[in-house]
């Protein structure tokens, strides 16, 4: 493993790797002194072409927890913004010695080009381009859902998979670079996904994807889900058709009051619900449901410091060897 | 050897002895005065420098509907020298220089310029096309009958780049150019459904995240246009075919007698979506790359006629409008030192064409849309001597550093290709020796020779 640029060619063992990886990490995050010389003298420059405060402190917080040099690089206030090009960017990381590029863009590939050029020869990470994918955010939401299916089976995270699970994602799939990204990821593992949506936040040629895809929340609920996904929907969409008023989309697609009780009532008590954040309360989500027992929501943001200091690591430690395939036999079938 | 013949006003006699004519058996062409002299068995030499032309298909000069040869405004990206050039040595005598320069070729005096530039140039027939609105601004009809009427004799008005989506202005262009026996090229894609699009709507897309230019925005423009053809009783010609849907739209106007042309790139006739997988911008252009379906649809559609003409729809662009990311970079792929070899690779080495079928889309016809009388004629004795010899054996890998344009943007680039041209012959004279560029052909002063004449004095 080179790069992390996506989940849809992320290998089994590969995903499982990261993910252990990442269980090692957490155990650090819960020590007094957080941090790990791992990457020490190493230097990690995240490049965000779009503003993300969120998943930007997340990887500076994981690459400080392994004593690795950050340095922050955003396209706003910068040469970039003054019209330089992404290979004038890179190349001039490059020069400054940069050992990994987290990069945050809005243009689908752009991650992707940073990789297959000459312009820089560092590890790339995607943090996210344009809606295309955005493989730490899927990465941690699978952390936390092994978290959540082995402690139902009694059996540790550690070499497990989501086989069996049954996770629902809903919302503005056709520019979500989190379902994307969890879509590939989940049917790694095993998981069976089911996008719910209205018709047009679905992309056309969905239907090739390796998932389920229905318009009905409430039915989706009613087949039974493991986990619920909200996706940010910005309320701007209706201005262009995708739906006709946030108030329409919020009571056939929104995670409501109503939906947090049909839960109880469906019997599936263990349904826990996720968000990748920010959230738009009252929208695809209620604050009633963002803030029940149910929600993930702040355990996916301390799982996703793990996560980026798993990759980071397993990038600039040397220790590029894909993993023998053998590690699926210690899967955990048990559930 | 050619270049001193040209102060005398004669470009010399060329015997070429024994090539195949039009893939049929082989013959002798004797080429003099900007003629083809005589065409038989065993020729005279008297004079002339012989050609062994032995394995060697002879076929007439190459007509391109469909070029952008960027000067003048865009010198850094192609000049009108650079891209007749490539235009010769990719074995063409014509092309039509489309209108989407800066300023746009949206009056007489524009579209005169680079009617001069391509004469300067000399290495091919330089035709501009004009534009069909100013500034390609699709709100008000360019000066459609002065383009007519200037000496660049427009025939063909295309706002190309852009579709003229208005229906009321694409009808009123339709009907006038009536006038002076003009063809509107349209440049088929629905503004409103292909906003902010990036790359053919389907399977692919919806993985890579890029936004998705439907079939449906190229194919209801078809629709539409065909109708307003058949209610105007005007030409319509069809820039870019590129969907299988868009074919049987092409293919039903035809059948209900509609004067309507299609063209289809060579790009289209191999390359599909699957490429954009890399993320490489050289492989985004406008349309989009299709499915393998649309592929094989427009193989077929060529091949049956229902396609009438291949142009290149060759868009050279500076390396820093594709090194960059997908979304930031320009559209288009060079196209024409590729044309002949990849038409050959996708039509007849598959057995769909002959090279007969060859010369009819790429230079009879081509040659009848845009009225160029003096082009795409039979390769008989008495025609204008717009020849080329191919070798169909030749087997070269695309190098787009080495190529004669300044685009680099071929999507060809490290593939193996079959064909080669060996020589062009442009009004007699030879563009093209030994598949290297020769010398450019050496117009007389403006008001000796308008276009379309057959034969230079």
């Known amino acids: 493993m080179k790069h992390l640029l996506s989940t849809e060619d992320l290998s089994y063992a590969n995903a499982i790797r990261i993910l252990d990886t990442a269980e090692e990490m957490a155990a650090v995050g819960e020590r007094e002194v957080k941090k790990l010389p791992a990457l020490r003298g190493r230097t990690v420059v995240n490049l965000f072409f779009e503003d993300s405060t969120r998943t930007r402190i997340s990887f500076e917080a994981a690459a400080k927890r392994l004593s690795a040099d950050v340095i922050n690089f955003a396209a706003k206030g910068s040469s970039v913004s003054k019209g330089e090009s992404l290979k004038d960017t890179a190349q001039t990381l490059a020069a400054m010695g940069a050992d990994a590029v987290v990069i945050r863009h809005w243009a689908s590939g752009a991650p992707h080009r ?133 108030r329409e989309y919020s009571r056939r697609w929104g995670f409501d009051d109503n939906r947090l009780r049909a839960l109880d009532s469906l019997g599936l008590k263990d349904t826990i619900i996720m968000h990748p954040g920010p959230m738009n309360r009252g929208l695809e989500i209620s604050s009633a449901a963002a803030d029940s027992p149910r929600s993930t929501v702040l355990a996916q943001v301390r799982n996703g410091v793990s996560i980026r200091m798993a990759a980071l690591y397993l990038l600039l430690s040397g220790d590029t060897r894909e993993p023998a395939t053998s590690t699926a036999a210690y899967s955990k079938e048990s559930h | 050897m050619a270049s001193q013949q040209q102060d005398t006003g004669s470009t010399g006699a060329y015997l070429i002895r024994g090539a195949s004519i039009l893939g049929g058996p082989a013959e002798d062409l004797l080429i003099r005065d900007g003629v083809i002299a005589a065409r038989g068995q065993d020729l005279d030499t008297g004079d002339a420098t012989v050609i062994e032309a032995a394995g060697l298909v002879a076929l007439p000069g190459m007509v391109d509907i469909h070029t952008h040869l960027r000067e003048p405004g865009r010198e850094d990206a192609e000049t009108v020298e650079t891209g007749t050039r490539a235009a010769a040595l990719g074995g063409y005598t014509a092309v039509h220089a489309m209108a989407n320069s ?225 979304a930031q970079a320009a559209m288009g792929m060079t196209g024409l030192e590729t044309a002949l070899s990849v038409v050959q690779h996708t039509m007849i080495e598959t057995g769909l064409m002959t090279w007969a079928d060859f010369a009819r889309v790429t230079s009879t016809t ?61 009004k007699g004279h030879p563009t093209v020796l030994n598949g290297e560029l020769n010398t450019p052909y050496r117009w007389l002063p403006d008001s000796a020779e308008v276009p379309n004449t057959a034969v230079r004095p």
């Open chain 1, 114 to 246: 940073l990789a297959a050029t000459d312009w820089i020869d560092a590890a790339v990470i995607n943090a996210g381009d344009g809606t295309h994918e955005h493989p730490t955010q899927a990465l941690l939401d699978a952390f936390t859902m092994r978290r959540h299916w082995s402690t139902l089976a009694g059996s540790p995270s550690a070499g497990a998979d989501l086989k069996g699970m049954r996770v629902a994602i809903a919302g503005d799939v056709l520019h979500s670079r989190v379902a994307r990204s969890n879509v590939w990821l989940l049917r790694t593992l095993g998981a069976e996904v089911t996008l719910v949506a209205p018709p047009t936040l679905l992309p056309i040629g969905v239907e090739e994807w390796p998932c389920t895809v229905s318009y009905d929340l409430d039915e989706t609920l009613a087949r039974g889900v493991d986990a619920m996904m909200m996706l940010r929907v910005q309320g701007e969409r209706m201005n262009a058709s995708f739906f006709p008023t946030t």
């Open chain 2, 102 to 326: 800066t300023p746009v070729a949206d009056t007489a005096g524009v579209v005169e310029q680079v009617l001069t530039l391509g004469r300067t140039a000399g290495w091919v027939d330089v035709r501009p096309v004009g534009a069909v609105t100013v500034g390609l601004a699709g709100e008000q009809l360019a000066e459609l009958g002065a383009m007519a009427d200037s000496r660049a004799r427009v025939r063909v008005f295309s706002d190309d780049g852009i579709c003229v989506s208005d229906p009321v202005l694409m009808r009123r262009a339709l009907e006038y150019v009536k006038a002076f026996d003009g063809v509107v090229a349209q440049h088929a894609q629905e503004p409103r459904l292909t906003a902010g699009a990036q790359m053919n709507e389907g399977v692919v897309s919806a993985v890579l995240g890029l936004t998705g230019w439907p079939a449906v925005a190229e194919e209801s423009i078809i629709a539409r246009d065909v109708l307003l053809a058949q209610h105007v009783g005007s030409r319509l010609h069809v820039c870019h075919v590129s969907t299988a849907g868009s074919v049987e739209i092409v293919r039903w106007a035809k059948s209900r007698g509609i004067n309507v042309t299609a063209e289809v790139t060579p790009h289209h006739l191999w390359l599909t979506d699957e490429l954009v997988r890399s993320y490489d911008p050289v492989y985004k252009v406008n349309p989009p790359l299709r499915t393998d379906e649309d592929v094989q649809a427009l193989r077929a559609a060529l091949a049956d006629g229902t396609i009438d003409v291949v142009g290149t729809d060759h868009a050279p662009h500076p390396s820093e409008h594709k090194e960059c990311e997908w």
């Open chain 2, 366 to 426: 081509p040659a009848a849309i845009g009225r160029l009388e003096d082009q795409g004629r039979p390769l008989e004795t008495g025609e204008p001597a717009n020849v080329i010899l191919v070798d169909p054996a030749a087997r070269w890998t695309v190098d787009p550093s080495k190529m004669a344009t300044m685009g680099r943007n071929s999507p060809f680039a490290g593939r193996e290709l079959p064909g080669k041209v060996v020589a062009t012959f442009f």
